[in-house]
């Protein structure tokens, strides 16, 4: 399935193209590898934009290595909110020559902690590549997704089990994130035993269902992260990411 991806040859990866704000995912081409920087407190998105950039820079690397990115929200965005955020978000991947005519190779995920969230959005982490032995195990970064179908006109019509979160809705729920997270990896060229980080993101007591919908089904076998936080859309209730990078560094912004 790895004929999906395209190739962004100046980042040294690859990437399933999805919408304008990120895309579904990213692997390292031949002779590169992923690497994750995560801040120890999160900065305001301009800021962590700049600090990831000096950060490349003292790598030797250029910006268009940024190849994806973690967001932290004060809360869930409404449907117009979303959109203008976005267009913001972009406008710096513009100006470092990766958004272009509407396409985004930057896989991303953005949610909203329900502790201490953050006052304004901000950067908890980014990932980049770097060159690496042509033999080194493949490295991937998985976009976050939450439970929305494609085609849908709004995200009210596209929400799994919208407004449900008994147990059967949140399994439901569950259940379409895990798809959709499985299908990422094939078109990535890669299965659920290849990643090494699985986080789950919701506000909700899961209960058996952790088990019974990602462990039981394949995923996490190295264990599952869990962090209480919303996606960033109001009406979406879980949100899935996964990876597998070569090195992880923390740093202060």
């Given at each position: 399935?790895?004929g999906?991806?395209?190739?962004?040859?100046?980042?040294?990866?690859?990437?399933?193209?999805?919408?304008?704000?990120?895309?579904a995912?990213?692997?390292?081409?031949?002779?590169?590898?992923?690497?994750?920087?995560?801040?120890?407190?999160?900065?305001?998105?301009?800021?962590?934009?700049?600090?990831?950039?000096?950060?490349?820079?003292?790598?030797?690397?250029?910006?268009?290595?940024?190849?994806?990115?973690?967001?932290?929200?004060?809360a869930?965005?409404?449907?117009?909110?979303?959109?203008?955020?976005?267009?913001?978000?972009?406008?710096?991947?513009?100006?470092?020559?990766?958004?272009?005519?509407?396409?985004?190779?930057?896989?991303r995920?953005?949610?909203?902690?329900?502790?201490?969230?953050?006052p304004?959005?901000?950067?908890?982490?980014?990932?980049?590549?770097?060159?690496?032995d042509?033999g080194?195990?493949?490295?991937?970064?998985?976009?976050?997704?939450?439970?929305?179908?494609?085609?849908?006109?709004?995200?009210?019509?596209?929400?799994?089990?919208?407004?449900?979160?008994?147990?059967?809705?949140?399994?439901?729920?569950?259940?379409?994130?895990?798809?959709?997270?499985?299908?990422?990896?094939?078109?990535l060229g890669?299965?659920?035993?290849?990643?090494?980080?699985?986080?789950?993101?919701?506000?909700?007591?899961?209960?058996?269902l952790?088990?019974?919908?990602?462990?039981?089904?394949?995923?996490?076998?190295?264990?599952?992260?869990?962090?209480?936080?919303?996606?960033?859309v109001?009406?979406?209730?879980?949100?899935?990411?996964?990876?597998?990078?070569?090195?992880?560094?923390?740093?202060?912004?």
């Open positions: 399935m790895a999906s991806t395209v190739t962004f040859a100046p980042g040294g990866y690859r990437y399933l193209p999805a919408v304008m704000q990120y895309s995912g990213v692997a390292a081409t031949r002779g590169f590898s992923i690497q994750r920087v995560q801040f120890l407190r999160a900065p305001p998105l301009d800021e962590g934009f700049e600090a990831a950039a000096a950060f490349l820079q003292a790598r030797k690397r250029e910006p268009t290595a940024f190849c994806a990115c973690e967001l932290r929200s004060p869930p965005f409404s449907e117009h909110g979303f959109a203008a955020f976005n267009r913001q978000y972009v406008s710096t991947l513009e100006r470092w020559g990766i958004y272009r005519d509407g396409i985004n190779p930057v896989a995920t953005n949610v909203c902690p329900v502790i201490d969230p953050p304004t959005p901000s950067m908890h982490a980014f990932a980049f590549t770097v060159p690496a042509p080194a195990d493949g490295t991937f970064v998985v976009a976050g997704s939450g439970e929305t179908r494609e085609g849908g006109a709004s995200y009210r019509e596209s929400i799994v089990a919208y407004g449900d979160v008994s147990t059967e809705g949140l399994r439901q729920k569950v259940r379409h994130v895990v798809a959709e997270m499985q299908r990422r990896l094939s078109g890669f299965a659920t035993v290849d990643a090494t980080t699985v986080n789950a993101y919701t506000a909700h007591d899961m209960g058996a952790l088990r019974t919908e990602i462990f039981e089904r394949g995923f996490a076998r190295g264990g599952l992260t869990l962090q209480p936080s919303l996606p960033p109001v009406g979406l209730e879980f949100e899935m990411d996964v990876r597998r990078t070569a090195a992880e560094f923390f740093v202060a912004s």
